[in-house]
């Protein structure tokens, strides 16, 4: 089955800087790649994502990028601000196989005011 | 619009217990799945359905029932709970395959379970 390895498991940052969390895969055949961010006691939401047709996706401060190749992808977080500050958790998904996820174990994110 | 709802919040039980954990959602999502949340290791992938009257094993599936009768619905049982299913329950759900609206997974707000 898949494995997804993430790191770092905790990054601590000054706000306004970037934070970059990278996220490996094993299954050639995933095809979707989803990031959700989990704020404390609450839910996990999805933030950005991005189908494996697709190298690069931007919305606002927060972008993925994509390496099929090398099967990695990352999420990049720019101008950070303490907001910011949750657990962030990759995935991977084969939305023809019922849309089953595969999560990494998740990265604690400090943004320092 | 609910979205995707958990009952109960919280439940404390004895090694042995059973109990019915309820996931509703109103979105008429044809796919639904029932994730487990440890410390440091994401979430785990217990079962899933892929429409009404269906379930498939996920990850970890031992110690788990579940059932599917209508679309909007899906449980989760645990028959003879034990300490290692302490735990935070999320359930979510998507649309189908193909569909137009996307992949994405919505979650409720999960379930802190916790076995004595």
């Known amino acids: 089955g898949e494995n997804v390895e993430q790191h770092p498991s905790t990054l601590s940052v000054q706000e306004g800087d970037s934070a970059v969390i990278k996220c490996t895969y094993s299954?050639?055949?995933?095809?979707?790649f989803p990031w959700y961010k989990q704020e404390l006691g609450k839910r996990p939401q999805l933030i950005i994502d991005i189908r494996s047709n697709v190298g690069e996706k931007k919305d606002q401060r927060i972008a993925v990028t994509l390496n099929k190749t090398a099967k990695h992808f990352s999420l990049h977080i720019t101008e950070t601000q303490p907001e910011d500050s949750a657990v962030y958790f990759c995935?991977?998904?084969?939305?023809?196989?019922?849309?089953?996820?595969?999560f990494g174990s998740g990265t604690k994110l400090n943004v320092k005011p | 619009n609910a979205g995707v709802t958990q009952t109960p919040k919280f439940r404390v039980l004895k090694t042995g217990q059973s109990m019915t954990l309820l996931c509703a959602q109103d979105?008429?999502?044809?796919?639904m799945y029932w994730y487990r949340q440890d410390p440091g290791m994401g979430l785990r992938l217990i079962h899933y359905s892929v429409g009404e009257g269906t379930t498939a094993k996920g990850e970890v599936p031992d110690g788990y029932n579940v059932s599917r009768l209508k679309k909007q619905n899906f449980l989760l049982g645990l028959e003879s709970a034990a300490p290692s299913q302490t735990s935070v329950y999320f359930c979510a759900s998507s649309y189908g395959e193909g569909n137009l609206l996307g992949d994405e997974q919505f979650f409720g707000p999960g379930t802190r379970l916790t076995v004595l």
């Open positions: 979105m008429n999502h044809e796919y």
């Open positions: 995935a991977a998904g084969e939305v023809d196989n019922f849309n089953k996820f595969y």
């Open positions: 299954d050639s055949a995933s095809n979707y």
